[in-house]
């Protein structure tokens, strides 16, 4: 390429003092990272310059509103400083103008630009193929004939990536590329891709598939949460087959993904568009871009950038090994010599129809091998490890084995963690088991990041791609010698030890340091109650406030009521059934209920009730979880109204009447007094539950947002996920996984050892007709009114 020189007569004089002067600058991307950064620069290197900022309104901000905010973030702290509150107030006055458009729908730009630095772009490498395509290419396509139609012919700055080459080996030339692609055609089959998946997600073979993995994972919780959990998975398989449909289509055309992909096409629409379509062209492609060497402060940057995440979970420990080649270049260049480039490139003259290409890469001239990146993070983390509870995080070290058995290794540990998984997942719920369960979830979620990462940065720690920076050498040396320390961009000047371990890692790591010591779950500090009448303490009865389950219910009130001769039959006939009544509980809990509440049949009313106000109300009583009815008059005590729910019927929760507001339970049928062994009304479950909530907090009054829930199944998420404050309690496994997810506080309640009864001994009491006083330690365990033998209060 020819470079234009002042003496050309067709070549535009660069600008007094290398300055943009007066100049109207338009600036897509002025909210993103790289375009914050060439924000500040134009307010406080070329103060003259007036700035038009295409915002896009976001939610109820308006494009002014988000402009305000911008302008309060860290990187324009030292300019605010050093002109002060008034300036700042006139700059904004003056000097700023927002377009409210987004990038394909620019609107009416005006007709006196001088400058376009069209920085704006997609942030993600691996997006879906249609919003990839939208944001890149059509945002260039866009932006390109908004300013065919406003009349203005300025110089534009397209800010692209020095990746844009594709998947290729030795030099990138600073050129146009050399592809013969129809991007036009490749836009419209992009575009055109999620209605292709959409329908595809719909057919009856996907749905079913999608219904049957939701029903068996939430068919406890009810039909609304399996419906709802199944179009959720049918929308993240559209997702994922739309990234999978980029990807795979970037690899057939030679590219690394379909960011690289659509940052490719977009050089080409700027081309065909403007910069050969008689206008002024400079093409700028950085590599990966990290935070500031010098400017505005050393260290700045907003967010995790391209490797950052990779160093992160380096750091923590997550990633043991990477399919990374040693020898292979790393390009990292700091954004503020990015910035300066992209602002060096608009004050230089660019011919007609002749675009410029300037690449600020560090590798030709300044090479970081990815092997001494590794040993930079290694020493950055042995250094200063990342706090845990557990105490430091040793880092691993990297024996860069290859690809190919990384990713052997890979498949083998995620076949065996989800094998283990799901064995535990079979297991009944202990302590012990949430613990594996958990283990096993942070080991799945390593995993899952260290695939993400290896498919993502593959290319970038693989390459054996170099990047000429010839022009960028020629631009920054047109630069006056005055100008050359503060807007520079000459990548030998890097000390790369010196710029990872005192800038980049301190800055990265310093994002995150706020939290690293926050204990988690259980280890939090407790919190006092809030003293208000306005909140709900909602407990789920079996499991939660009583150690005790339904089956075991039925053979205390059955057993009291049959003769001892009779015990084995009934024990056989109830063991025959264990096995339906597991199937019944697994697929629903009402359905559940129903199955065993049958077996209630001819049990007169009568018997019943004296069984509660006796022997059976005493044996639940002794089952009561300490743990919980503290918490209950802990919420009584704040003035919280206490509700005991269960799906079951009030036989079993009645005599836990005196430490609640009120009880919440369903009623068996019965005629003449006698049970038929149906429920009076459908079992208060799941989904029914939540629908009870509702009507009752209006009913009451009550905020569901700030109130409180205890449940300790699955089968609560339904209502539980009403309440501002929810906790599990010693919940199953499925239940303790949801949790995990939606971050709910889990708490392991227990009774105390001394009050623990083993069955035979309580069915022996139920079976004796002495008097509950007089009988055995289950008995007296039942309080007397003002009792405080048990540590709790009654009403």
Do not use: C
């Not at 592809?179 to 992009?190: L, Q």
């Not at 992909?261 to 379509?277: D, N, P, S, V, Y």
């Not at 209502?719 to 506080?745: C, F, I, S």
């Amino acid at each position: 390429m020819t470079e234009p020189t002042p003496t050309d007569p067709e070549t535009p004089t660069a600008m007094p003092g290398h300055s943009l002067g007066s100049s109207h600058v338009l600036l897509t991307g002025a909210t993103g990272f790289v375009g914050q950064a060439v924000l500040e620069r134009l307010l406080s290197s070329h103060p003259d310059t007036t700035v038009s900022l295409l915002i896009r309104p976001k939610s109820s901000a308006s494009g002014e509103s988000r402009l305000t905010t911008l302008l309060k973030k860290p990187v324009f702290r030292s300019w605010r400083e050093s002109v002060g509150d008034e300036e700042v107030e006139r700059v904004i006055r003056e000097r700023l103008r927002v377009v409210q458009g987004d990038l394909a729908n620019p609107g009416e730009l005006p007709g006196d630009i001088d400058v376009v630095i069209h920085g704006a772009s997609t942030v993600s490498f691996d997006p879906p193929i249609d919003e990839a395509f939208q944001t890149n290419v059509d945002g260039a396509t866009g932006i390109y004939g908004a300013l065919l139609a406003s009349g203005s012919d300025p110089h534009v700055v397209h800010v692209s990536t020095a990746y844009v080459g594709g998947m290729r080996k030795g030099v990138s030339q600073e050129a146009s590329l050399t592809h013969e692609i129809d991007w036009r055609a490749e836009n419209y089959a992009a575009r055109s891709a999620r209605r292709r998946v959409e329908m595809a997600s719909r057919q009856p073979e996907v749905l079913r598939s999608l219904l049957a993995k939701s029903r068996a994972k939430l068919g406890k919780v009810g039909p609304q949460a399996v419906a709802q959990d199944a179009e959720a998975a049918r929308i993240e398989w559209v997702t994922k087959r739309l990234i999978d449909y980029g990807r795979i289509r970037a690899e057939s055309l030679g590219w690394t993904d379909v960011y690289t992909l659509t940052k490719a096409f977009a050089e080409r629409a700027a081309e065909e568009l403007w910069g050969t379509a008689g206008h002024r062209l400079s093409i700028v492609r950085p590599s990966i871009i990290e935070s500031a060497l010098r400017h505005p402060f050393p260290g700045w940057l907003d967010g995790f950038k391209v490797a950052d995440p990779l160093i992160m979970a380096y750091g923590r420990g997550q990633l043991p090994e990477f399919p990374g080649v040693p020898d292979s270049i790393l390009d990292v260049i700091p954004v503020d010599f990015v910035v300066n480039a992209i602002l060096a490139a608009a004050v230089t003259p660019a011919k007609v129809d002749e675009p410029n290409y300037y690449q600020v890469v560090s590798g030709a001239r300044n090479p970081l091998p990815f092997h001494t990146m590794y040993e930079n993070v290694k020493e950055f983390f042995t250094t200063n490890p990342m706090p845990h509870v557990d105490g430091p995080i040793q880092v691993p070290s990297w024996r860069f084995p290859g690809g190919r058995s990384v990713e052997r290794t890979l498949r083998l540990q995620e076949r065996l963690t989800a094998g283990t998984d799901g064995l535990v997942a079979r297991l009944p719920s202990t302590t012990r088991t949430r613990t594996w369960t958990q283990t096993l979830h942070q080991r799945q979620r390593g995993l899952d990041q260290l695939r993400y990462f290896a498919e993502l940065y593959r290319a970038y720690v693989q390459t054996e791609l170099i990047f000429d920076d010839k022009n960028t050498r020629a631009l920054h040396a047109s630069l006056p010698d005055e100008l050359k320390a503060d807007r520079g961009f000459d990548v030998v000047e890097i000390d790369w030890h010196d710029y990872f371990q005192n800038i980049h890692f301190p800055s990265i790591t310093g994002l995150t340091k706020a939290y690293a010591n926050r204990p988690a779950g259980r280890a939090r500090a407790k919190r006092a109650l809030p003293v208000r009448s306005d909140v709900l303490a909602v407990f789920d009865f079996e499991g939660t406030v009583v150690e005790s389950n339904l089956v075991e219910q039925y053979l205390w009130v059955r057993l009291a009521l049959i003769p001892k001769a009779q015990w084995p039959q009934e024990f056989a006939s109830l063991m025959f059934s264990v096995p339906k009544y597991l199937r019944a509980d697994h697929r629903d809990r009402g359905e559940f209920i129903r199955t065993l509440v049958r077996r209630y049949k001819g049990i007169r009313v009568e018997d019943l009730q004296q069984l509660v106000k006796g022997q059976f109300g005493a044996a639940m009583l002794s089952r009561a979880i300490p743990d919980a009815l503290d918490r209950v008059a802990q919420h009584r005590a704040a003035g919280h109204r206490t509700v005991l729910v269960t799906g079951a019927t009030s036989s079993a929760a009645e005599p836990f009447a005196p430490y609640f507001d009120e009880i919440v339970a369903g009623e068996m049928h019965a005629s003449k007094g006698v049970m038929t062994g149906y429920l009076a009304t459908p079992p208060l479950v799941d989904e029914a539950r939540a629908a009870w909530l509702r009507e009752y907090a209006a009913a009451h009054g009550a905020n569901l947002t700030q109130s409180y829930g205890y449940g300790d199944s699955l089968a609560d998420v339904a209502w539980l996920q009403l309440l501002g404050n929810a906790t599990v309690v010693n919940p199953d496994t499925e239940l303790y996984r949801h949790a995990q997810r939606t971050k709910w506080t889990v708490e392991d309640w227990t009774r105390r050892s001394s009050d623990r009864q083993v069955l035979p001994a309580n069915l022996s009491l139920l079976h004796d007709k002495q008097s509950p006083a007089s009988a055995s330690p289950v008995a007296s365990a039942v309080p007397e009114e003002g009792d405080r033998s048990t540590g709790h209060e009654p009403r």
